[in-house]
């Protein structure tokens, strides 16, 4: 037999009804795709809250036990992560729910829900016209991350969503929470996440260069270019 479980934010209980129709019935055919890969990302539409499903592939037989009786899947990682990166006083999509679809303890599918967030991501930031001034603030953003011990494991430039401007400022969302780790202490490792940024090397340096700067190590700049290098070397 199978079991639904489903958490639903209590700001948005009222959409239940229609969540626990996605969990028994999957993604309603109306959800506009927005990311296809191993995992699926869908708009939807519900009255007048727009939500974002993101849909994980269904695991292996072995991981599809394991996230279950040994862990927790990554639906509910990505919402419980979330919760904890708005408590530390950073930005991600407001977490809307987490439902999971088992037979037995087996976990057949998962899916996490936020809300959607109007704006761009840092793909292809080279070629933004504000490049400068955005890049000091993501460095900045890095830099508050890594004081809060924070570690994104799958920080790529799709993964940081942004809103805003040179005048007014800029907000970052992260996505893909799953693998987030928090309370890391060691350089080495909170360097790392240079090495997830699919750039150049030139931009990376840029980049490296702002980040000493807003943490007041000049000493920094080198460290992360050489995490950035390595992660190249292993790849």
């Known amino acids: 037999m199978l079991k639904y479980n489903l958490n639903i934010s ?9 969540i626990a129709a996605i969990l028994k019935n999957d993604v309603p055919p109306e959800a506009e795709p927005i990311y296809m890969d191993r995992n699926t990302v869908y708009r939807l539409a519900i009255g007048n809250t727009t939500i974002v499903i993101k849909s994980f592939q269904v695991p292996n037989f072995i991981d599809s036990y394991l ?35 088992l037979n037995g303890n087996r976990l057949l599918r998962s899916y996490a829900m936020t809300e959607f967030i109007s704006g761009g991501d840092l793909r292809g930031w080279e070629n933004n016209p504000d490049n400068e001034p955005l890049l000091r603030a993501f460095a900045a953003e890095m830099v ?13 430039p ?64 080198a460290e992360a270019v050489k995490a950035y290098d390595e992660c190249a070397r292993q790849h």
């Open 144 to 156: 508050k991350m890594h004081e809060a011990g924070i570690l994104h494991r799958d920080f790529s």
């Open 158 to 221: 799709g993964n940081v969503l942004f809103t805003g401007t040179p005048a007014l400022g800029f907000n970052f969302y992260h996505i893909d929470l799953n693998r987030m780790k928090f309370d890391v202490t060691s350089r080495a490792r909170l360097l790392s996440m240079f090495g997830s940024l699919s750039t150049s090397r030139e931009a990376i340096e840029r980049l490296a260069g702002y980040y000493a700067e807003a943490a007041g190590n000049p000493a920094l700049a």
């Open 67 to 101: 996230q279950t009786i040994v862990g927790k899947s990554k639906s509910h990682l990505s919402y419980i992560n979330a919760k904890k990166l708005l408590q530390l006083g950073f930005r991600t999509p407001t977490p809307v729910a987490y439902g999971e679809v």
């Open 10 to 18: 209590s700001r948005f209980e009222h959409l239940r009804d229609n």
